[in-house]
């Protein structure tokens, strides 16, 4: 069979999460869907956490769905194969094996790509990204498996970016015995989604733990004949003078961001800008085609304006809002109703935690730094308490915290409240004032 | 594992008689929370605790848990079978 009810692009957290709300709807209509990975769901969160890069828990942990999931819910698994046209007045998608898939209704949530490091010599072998199940298990053999150094010395991994993946790869190339290296362009970690007071606390708890920090670096070619043996690089401003010119290493760790997989997308009429335009209901501007998860470029109606939130929740949430319209899209469509389908609108304050070097971060709503947007902080890096919250409008759009984990949720409901802040602004600042008495 | 704490839950309509949250696997996600705030919280070592275990509906709980990235919310019947993860 090459035509379904529902098509979903994407095995990950938000083709899940639509195939899991149509479910409880539609038990019978069928489904497909298609991931450019062969596993069934597995956890992209737990890539990088500790317990499963070092062994401590089974590898089969990893694994969200069994591959009986999917048969047990009457939806085609079309692994390996991805979506490289689409015909929107025939319905059509081809796929990568040159087969078509037709649809009813269909989901884009493919995710986004790792951004490519492009320097010289970047093709070598040893550097790695963290975007998939292959490269998790790449690292892993790839640390197991390196080369003894003379004299028993720890081998040298360097990581490039000063984002997540840097943190939590720092965390555990440290855990696992190596000497680390973490290179920014920056001036200090995080910028500008941090501030620098925020971004010295994460530097100072890296360095604690033994993480070389080295700032405002460009590395301009990674040294080595097939493999990285290190990296040559320059100041990233004119008025510095790079220190090292040159870094040996054994290993290379890249996590310098996100690319949009949207060209397949562009000659279709689907509307785009970094990601996929859609509305609060998960709709693109064509009919019958939602999008949802890290590709989504949204309109947030807390926030007022389109966004992408890529993390694990907010993807398991859009699914859910994506799978509800396409459901109630196809019952109103099917029943031949004239009224509206009872759409509902995505609605849902984004939040994503990590952790690492005994530090917890927390980042809420929209923390992109703007102009028009100022800070009230709370807390500060003299005790080791430190949250920033983004005003835009007198309305709190967004925070970051960094060991006040415990506030999240009572910051994410004041963020949906859309509260006036400037008669609280006291209280913010207040760390002894318990915050969940403005909500 | 050791370090899993139990929740039991009393409520009438409900399948589901006791929540458990692995507090090792736990990595404080909270997309528990997203699901069923009524449920759970973090506490302050960052971890998912059950502030409400009969707050939610039994199909909310479950999405609660099939939400989890790690695994770390197991779900249990009144005979004592786990119900979620399978």
Known sequence: MNQYKYLIIGGGAAGISAAETIRQTDKEGSMAIISDEPHPLYSRVMLSKPNFFLGQIPFEQIYLKSKDWYSTNKIDFLGGKKAVGLNTSENQLTLSDGSSVYYEKLLIATGVDARPWTVKGSDKKGIHYLRNLEDGIGIMEAIKNLEARPRGLASRA??????FISFEMADLLKMAGLETTMILRESYFWEPILDE???????????????????????????????VEGVRGEASR???????????????ICGIGVVNPIEWLLKNGIATNKGVLTNEFMETNVPNIWSAGDIAEYRDILLEENVQMGNWVSAREQGRIAGLNMVRDSIASSE???????????????????QGFGTSIAFIGDVTPKPDRTIIKRGSPEINSYARFIIAHDEIEGA???????EMTTISK??????KVSEHVKEIEDVNFDLKRLV | MANQKEYIRNRADSKISKIVVDRDLCIGAASCIAVSGETYELDNENKAVVTGADAADDSTLMMSAESCPTKAVLLFDKEGRKVYPK
């Open chain 1, 158 to 163: 360097i990581t490039i970016g000063g984002g």
């Open chain 1, 197 to 227: 007071a925020s971004g010295l606390m994460l530097e100072n708890a890296m360095i604690k733990a033994g993480v070389k920090i080295i700032k405002n670096y460009e590395v301009t070619e990674v040294l080595g004949r097939e493999k």
């Open chain 1, 238 to 252: 004119p008025d510095l003078e790079a220190s090292p010119r040159e870094l040996s290493c054994d290993m290379i």
């Open chain 1, 336 to 354: 031949n109703s004239v009224e509206a389908s009872n759409k509902q609108a995505f609605k849902f304050v984004s939040f994503y935690t990590t």
């Open chain 1, 400 to 406: 970051t915290l960094i060991n006040r984990n415990l």
């Open chain 1, 414 to 419: 004041l963020i949906e409240s859309n509260m």
